[in-house]
């Protein structure tokens, strides 16, 4: 037997407040793996469009401008990083504002390809492997991945979850903000927010976070040993 160490490629999409970020970050950190968070990427364009005043109520406006920023992420699970034209862009992609437009962003055909392709060249060069989340990895951006999880849970459990990020938030505002920003991303044209067909499917609503990334690290652990 080989003391090698098979390099995985793991997808995990789901919608909002599934637990994405922070399972992915845990799992590639236990296992020693890349980390990519592709909505940070789809963030940081969208921060772009915004402070360069570009309208991003216009389809045509935000696909001329798509080429311009220079989007980069960093990889390691325990310090992820997002840069635009060099400027760290981590704090201002969180913003409100962001939050709001960026279903819009996203949905346009150029932008997507340019941050897909940004996206697969980063697998590529991930020696070890890599754990990429987003909404659309396991059915656009790396079909061919080793495991593909799709993250759900109940939109009551996931506004609670957020809320309980944010200081003095309203629970329903909170839950319609997410299960409005779902219905956009997951009725766009291009790639959607959807469950690949051969996609795992684990439901988080009554799972406490150590027991998503125990379950998650046994099924990458098992595809790795089956290699
Ligand atoms: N199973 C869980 N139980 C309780 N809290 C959780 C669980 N999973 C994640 N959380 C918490 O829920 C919040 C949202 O999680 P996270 O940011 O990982 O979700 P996400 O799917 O990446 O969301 P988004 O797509 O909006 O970025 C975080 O505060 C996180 O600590
Ligand atoms: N693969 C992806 C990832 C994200 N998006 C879009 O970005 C938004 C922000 O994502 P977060 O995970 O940071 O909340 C999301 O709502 C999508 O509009 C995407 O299209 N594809």
């Known amino acids: 037997m080989s003391d090698t160490v098979e390099s995985v490629i793991v997808a995990i999409d789901g919608p909002s407040g599934t637990g994405k970020s922070s399972t992915s970050k845990a799992v590639a950190s236990a296992l020693g793996l890349s980390y990519l968070d592709t909505g940070a990427q789809y963030r940081a364009i969208t921060w772009w469009m915004i402070t360069n005043g570009i309208d991003v109520a216009d389809p045509d406006a935000i ?117 409005k920003r779902d219905a956009a991303d997951s009725s766009r044209k291009t790639s959607p927010l959807a469950k690949a067909d051969d996609a795992v499917e684990v439901d988080t609503t009554d799972l406490t976070l150590p027991q998503v990334i125990e379950c998650v690290v046994t099924l990458v652990e098992e595809k790795r040993a089956a290699k």
């Open 63 to 179: 696909a001329s401008a798509s080429g311009k920023p220079v989007i980069e992420s960093g990889t390691d699970p325990s310090a992820p990083t997002i840069t635009v034209d060099g400027l760290d862009a981590s704090g201002p992609i969180r913003a409100q504002d962001v939050t709001s437009k960026v279903s819009a962003v996203s949905a346009v055909p150029e932008v997507r390809t340019r941050i897909t392709e940004l996206q697969r060249s980063i697998a590529k060069a991930a020696e070890k492997g890599i754990v990429v989340e987003g909404r659309d990895i396991g059915t656009t951006v790396l079909p061919d991945a080793d495991l593909k999880i799709f993250l759900t849970a109940s939109p009551e459990a996931r506004a609670a979850r957020r809320s309980g990020e944010i200081k003095g938030s309203d629970l329903t505002t909170t839950r319609e903000a997410l299960i």
